[in-house]
């Protein structure tokens, strides 16, 4: 499988990054980040040379709530549950993260038992980290056990519709937008499994959000906040597709990328995970799972 990194797309490359890979479509299409707007795919379209088929995974999520309302009420349940979750979580996250920085803060005066200090600090962070994603994930995985989407009409042909679009596409193509919706609608309309298998492998190409929801690890993130800077929270795991990485559109713009000390923390608690910036202007292939050489990483010294 070839996956196309892609930054945000304000200047466009994803028609040059289609040329170079001589797709010649057509191209299933998500852009249910998007939410409402989601059929206003003309531009979208037009870069890929016309020939889309846009999978409509946001209206079939809709579609799913009205027609189905045992799995609808279940659902926002469990949108409850997960959301009380993520307050506890970001309670306890804040607090753990204000220590780490200040035992930071004195552990830069190279004192043996400050570093120590702010290397377990870190790990508790890190704990939290993973605590939390795995109970994000247990609370869906249960879900779906109670309720297995292949077993409920209307999800099933859904799931049978998006599985021909992709069949007679040559490549997938998620654009950005919210990344929870994303994220929800991948998994729900079983998107990863759906994927064609053949000699070249499939070929997916994401960027921004759309780029996030590929991933094992969603980080949510925003040093710029009007309110000010927030903690990069854990939301959950995409299809993971591509692993080991913590992706971060518009890194420029949202982090503090000048602040050192910061950047550090943030590439240690989610090492040894790459913690990788997307640009405008940025294109990494991941081909089977190997990442090229030279992609820039924030780094934790």
């Given at each position: 499988?070839?996956?196309?990194?892609?930054g945000?797309?304000?200047?466009?490359?994803?028609?040059s990054?289609?040329?170079?890979?001589g797709?010649p479509?057509?191209f299933a299409?998500?852009?249910a980040?998007w939410?409402?707007r989601?059929?206003?795919?003309?531009?979208?379209?037009a870069?890929?040379?016309?020939?889309v088929?846009?999978l409509?995974l946001?209206?079939?999520?809709?579609?799913?709530?009205?027609?189905?309302?045992?799995w609808?009420?279940?659902?926002?349940?469990?949108?409850r549950?997960l959301?009380?979750?993520?307050?506890v979580?970001?309670?306890?996250?804040?607090?753990?993260?204000r220590?780490?920085y200040?035992?930071?803060r004195r552990?830069l005066?190279?004192?043996?038992?400050?570093?120590?200090?702010?290397?377990?600090?870190?790990a508790?962070?890190r704990q939290?980290?993973?605590t939390?994603r795995r109970?994000?994930?247990?609370?869906r995985g249960?879900f779906?056990?109670?309720?297995?989407?292949h077993?409920?009409?209307?999800?099933?042909g859904h799931?049978?519709?998006?599985?021909?679009?992709l069949?007679?596409?040559?490549?997938?193509v998620?654009?950005?937008?919210?990344?929870g919706?994303?994220?929800?609608?991948?998994?729900?309309f079983?998107?990863a499994?759906a994927?064609?298998?053949s000699?070249?492998?499939s070929?997916?190409?994401a960027?921004?959000?759309?780029?996030?929801?590929l991933?094992?690890?969603?980080?949510?993130?925003?040093?710029?906040?009007?309110?000010?800077?927030?903690?990069?929270e854990v939301?959950?795991?995409g299809l993971?597709?591509?692993?080991?990485?913590?992706?971060?559109?518009?890194?420029?713009?949202?982090?503090l990328?000048?602040?050192?000390?910061r950047m550090?923390?943030?590439?240690?608690?989610?090492?040894?995970?790459?913690?990788?910036p997307?640009?405008?202007g940025?294109?990494?292939?991941?081909?089977?799972?190997a990442?090229?050489?030279g992609v820039r990483?924030?780094?934790?010294?």
């Amino acid at each position: 499988m070839r996956v196309v990194l892609l930054g945000p797309q304000r200047r466009p490359t994803l028609d040059s990054a289609v040329r170079s890979l001589g797709l010649p479509g057509p191209f299933a299409t998500v852009t249910a980040g998007w939410r409402e707007r989601e059929p206003d795919d003309g531009e979208l379209a037009a870069l890929l040379g016309g020939s889309v088929v846009n999978l409509g995974l946001y209206r079939r999520g809709l579609d799913v709530a009205g027609r189905d309302p045992e799995w609808a009420a279940a659902e926002r349940e469990v949108r409850r549950v997960l959301a009380a979750m993520q307050e506890v979580y970001l309670l306890r996250l804040d607090y753990a993260l204000r220590a780490v920085y200040a035992v930071q803060r004195r552990s830069l005066g190279g004192a043996g038992v400050d570093v120590e200090a702010f290397e377990e600090a870190v790990a508790g962070v890190r704990q939290l980290d993973e605590t939390h994603r795995r109970r994000v994930n247990g609370v869906r995985g249960e879900f779906y056990a109670r309720f297995p989407p292949h077993e409920r009409a209307v999800i099933a042909g859904h799931r049978e519709e998006v599985a021909a679009g992709l069949r007679d596409s040559s490549a997938l193509v998620v654009a950005g937008g919210h990344v929870g919706v994303l994220a929800d609608v991948l998994h729900l309309f079983n998107v990863a499994a759906a994927l064609p298998s053949s000699s070249g492998g499939s070929t997916v190409i994401a960027w921004s959000a759309g780029a996030m929801a590929l991933t094992d690890r969603i980080v949510l993130f925003h040093d710029r906040a009007p309110q000010g800077p927030g903690q990069p929270e854990v939301y959950g795991s995409g299809l993971s597709l591509v692993r080991d990485v913590v992706l971060l559109p518009h890194a420029k713009a949202r982090l503090l990328l000048d602040d050192g000390p910061r950047m550090a923390v943030l590439a240690r608690r989610f090492g040894p995970a790459r913690c990788v910036p997307l640009e405008a202007g940025t294109r990494i292939d991941v081909v089977d799972g190997a990442w090229p050489d030279g992609v820039r990483v924030i780094g934790a010294a």
